[in-house]
């Protein structure tokens, strides 16, 4: 089959790498320079907000005028706090103006802010601009008079909340024009008004916005610098990546290349990385047992092609006999004829056992039946082996038991593993079937005393025409695929079954199926 032709991992890997520094930086720069400044007034806004409610909770305290101190020299803020009991507002507390910054707030913006607080649950923030060191919302209301402003003692201390209010009339202002002009920026102003002891309060926070338009350009160019760098970078990473990830899949699909041209010897190296190196363990695993597979199925092939070639041979030459000699026509010749069709009859039976009960096409009919008779039952069938060659065959039970199974396949199974047991008997020429119940499981044990199977093919024994010595030699009884067919009986039945074998002592096939309670029970 054609494959459509397509890139190499390393290439999407690549461009994969490098989509997502673009995707970064765009959302970087976007970031930094398009909500830079709505990100600056938030934060800002919230810190002026902190304070406000800080210097609120300590409205009524003696440590309020210290914590006013250390929020104006610690966050670069003025404070005020007016008296709002009268229609004309009177300063409590105004700060010394910070260096370079003006931070005189007209009472017109006062006013407006008191009425925006009272609209707003007793809190409002506002921006105010700043041009050339003057607001741009310079006072309706002359803001230079006795009446609206208080003095502090001469020493500009503030003074404890034990001290007397001062009498209206006597405020000094202590704000300083700057001696220099600054730029135009923005004020932002967060007002509460507040019940204490002495009447009502309206505390204003002042904080300048420092202008980010100088930032953001500074940012910009930093970006393109840190874009350029990082752009170079990812190329190089992902050529990098695109390699290090890339070289061992590509590796490892050359080598099975050689795998799928049945170069079964290949050894698939470890790898950088987990996965990679589990898949070369898997593929070198695969490549082992299919080397089995390939030798088992040669081995399959030559040994079916000899069973078939000996019937059909004497099938073959008995018939030409008794065609070209007319006194060879006798029963025994016949006899042989119908002997060896018969064996050629019962090994296509048992291939085409195999292959319905591999492919579960095979009818498995399950129902209770007693398995004791059905041993009894095909001990019968060795009479005449006990009475030619000496056989002792021996079945030991404790009783008779019942299980649910299809009774035609359990005696193919039992009768496979006797004649198996025949095959390979030993020079005591006994096969022990031992039928063994064990709490609710009956287990059935067919036990030979031959040359027994080595430890390490114990495994491969139950594989079509598998033989320990890989010689081919005729059964006496069967067809050499007994114990395959034996496997995939008892896996239809979900039996236990095994084999234990000693060299030179003999093999134990068993296996294990729940029984049925009786009445006797």
């Keep these: 089959m054609k494959l459509k032709k397509k890139h190499p991992l390393r290439i999407y890997l690549g461009i994969g790498f490098l989509v997502f520094s673009v995707l970064l930086l765009a959302v970087l720069w976007f970031f930094q320079t398009v909500f830079l400044e709505s990100f600056y007034k938030t934060v800002k806004t919230q810190q002026v907000k902190s304070c406000t409610y800080s210097l609120t909770d300590y409205a009524e305290s003696s440590d309020f005028y210290s914590l006013i101190t250390e929020i104006e020299e610690q966050n670069n803020m003025t404070v005020d706090v007016y008296n709002t009991d009268d229609s004309i507002f009177t300063s409590v507390y105004t700060t010394q103006t910070h260096p370079g910054f003006n931070a005189d707030i007209a009472m017109n913006t006062v006013y407006n802010l008191y009425k925006q607080a009272s609209e707003h649950n007793g809190e409002h923030s506002t921006i105010t601009h700043i041009v050339h060191g003057q607001r741009s919302d310079k006072p309706l209301l002359n803001n230079n008079s006795a009446d609206t402003e208080k003095q502090f003692a001469s020493s500009g201390q503030a003074p404890s909340s034990a001290e007397p209010s001062l009498p209206d009339g006597e405020i000094q202002n202590h704000r300083h024009e700057p001696a220099f002009e600054r730029e135009t920026s923005e004020v932002l102003a967060y007002a509460k008004i507040i019940n204490t002891s002495s009447g009502e309060r309206m505390i204003i926070v002042e904080s300048e916005i420092t202008p980010v338009t ?308």
């Design 214 to 521: 100088s930032v953001v350009e500074t940012l910009r160019i930093q970006l393109l610098i840190v874009t350029a760098v990082i752009l170079i970078l990812s190329v190089v990473i992902a050529i990098f990546l695109g390699k290090a990830i890339a070289k061992p899949i590509s590796d490892t699909n050359e080598q099975a290349k050689a795998l799928a041209e049945q170069n079964y010897d290949i050894t698939f190296e470890g790898g950088r990385y987990r996965e990679i190196t589990e898949l070369n363990a898997t593929l070198t695993y695969a490549a082992g047992e299919l080397k089995k597979v390939d030798s088992l199925q040669k081995e399959l092939i030559a040994n079916i092609s000899h069973d078939l070639r000996t019937p059909l041979t004497m099938i073959t030459g008995y018939s030409e006999v008794m065609r070209d000699l007319p006194g060879e026509m006798t029963p025994e010749n016949i006899q042989i004829i119908i002997d060896e069709a018969n064996r050629l009859n019962s090994l296509v039976t048992d291939l085409l056992d195999i292959s319905r009960l591999q492919s579960g096409t095979a009818d498995v009919k399950k129902a209770p039946f007693s398995l004791t008779k059905c041993i009894e039952s095909i001990f019968s069938r060795y009479t005449k082996l006990i009475e030619n060659d000496g056989l002792n065959i021996v079945f030991e039970h404790d009783g008779e038991v019942f299980i649910m199974g299809d009774e035609l396949r359990m005696t193919q199974v039992l009768y496979n593993l006797i004649n198996n047991a025949i095959n390979y008997i030993g020079d005591d020429k006994t096969v022990i079937v031992r039928q063994t119940v064990t709490g609710d499981k009956v287990r059935v044990d067919v036990i030979d005393h031959g040359d027994g199977i080595p430890e390490e093919q114990l495994k491969y024994i139950w594989d079509r025409y598998y033989r320990v010595d890989k010689e081919h030699r005729r059964a006496v009884i069967g067809t050499g695929l007994g114990l395959s067919i034996v496997k995939n009986i008892l896996l239809a039945h979900d039996a236990e079954f095994a084999v234990a074998s000693t060299l030179g002592e003999g093999s134990d096939f068993y296996f294990i199926l729940p029984i049925i309670p009786t009445d006797d029970e």
